[in-house]
């Protein structure tokens, strides 16, 4: 009985904060449309799993338009706002835990 309510508590949890269908995946997304060897369903999945958590919804629409154009991460990195180091400092903690997590 237990481990039911906790199945049904964890399940419950996850789809309260579920993304809507259209914002879900945008990191996955990008991933496999990228030319990158690397770029496997399963890895672009554990990279999407790590986004949801190190980044906002809004970090995550912006991260994947860098799969297809990296010079915008260059510019945003070389930018001088507060926002914009914030974003990039949320970003590269994201790819360092991608990193450790999806290798």
Same mark, same amino acid.
Request: charged share 20%; hydrophobic share 40%.
């Given at each position: ?7 049904? &508590? =964890?399940?419950? #949890?996850? /789809? ?14 990008? =991933?496999?449309? #990228?030319?990158?060897? @690397? ?5 672009? #999945? =554990? ?8 980044? /906002? ?6 991260v @994947?338009?860098? &799969? ?10 070389? #930018? ?11 970003y590269?903690? &994201? ?6 997590? =999806?290798?």
């Amino acid at each position: 009985m237990k481990q039911f309510l906790l199945i049904a &508590f =964890c399940a419950t #949890s996850l /789809t309260a904060v579920a993304p809507a269908p259209t914002e879900a995946a945008q990191i996955k997304r990008a =991933c496999l449309a #990228s030319d990158r060897t @690397a770029a496997t369903r399963d890895r672009c #999945s =554990c990279i999407q799993r790590v986004a949801n958590q190190a980044l /906002t919804r809004s970090d995550q629409k912006t991260v @994947a338009k860098w &799969f297809s154009n990296p010079h915008q991460a260059q510019e945003l990195k070389m #930018s001088k706002t507060a926002r914009d180091d914030a974003l990039w400092d949320r970003y590269r903690n &994201f790819g360092q835990m991608a990193q450790a997590i =999806c290798s």
